[in-house]
């Protein structure tokens, strides 16, 4: 209970009163503190957007890189064996498209004489394929000997 003791006191009381009052009305935000607050979550979204398609993107890469390096794996080593073989009469092909993944993966080896006798060979293999926005590109190197028998 206030007391209140002339007119000082009165005219105090009213103004706490009137504080109290307008506190009552004013506990709501601002339509500037709402729009800043959007904006900040907006960002905070679009950046955790982003970052899930990178995620995905990469994971999508690499299965596919998971899938095309034991193929190219085995097509270098058939290659590297035609070439021990039977050298240079060997009848190796140069490059086509192989569906791995759900996707068309282009390839293409080549095969060069280290040599003039034609026993050294130097064999490539390139495999490409589509990433996003980009080419995605994969490659192999070994080498031959041919064994005259």
Do not use: H
């Not at 009165?10 to 709402?34: D, H, Q, Y």
């Not at 800043?36 to 993107?57: D, H, K, M």
């Not at 095969?111 to 590109?137: E, M």
């Amino acid at each position: 209970m206030m007391l209140l003791i002339g007119n000082k006191g009165f005219l105090r009381s009213k103004i706490l009163n009137c504080r109290k009052a307008k506190s009552r009305f004013l506990k709501g935000f601002t339509l500037l503190e709402v729009m800043i607050t959007t904006a900040v979550l907006a960002l905070g979204a679009a950046l955790i957007y982003q970052s899930f398609f990178i995620a995905v993107e990469s994971f999508n890469y690499y299965s596919t890189l998971l899938k095309v390096t034991p193929w190219m794996d085995e097509k270098i080593w058939q290659a590297q064996n035609e070439l021990k073989l039977l050298g240079s009469g060997a009848a190796i092909s140069s490059g086509g498209q192989v569906n791995i993944n759900n996707k068309d993966i282009s390839w293409g080896l080549t095969y060069n004489g280290l040599d003039q006798s034609g026993t050294f060979y130097n064999v490539d293999l390139v495999a490409s394929w589509p990433q996003g926005i980009r080419q995605a590109k994969l490659s192999r190197s070994v080498y031959a000997i041919y064994t005259k028998k």
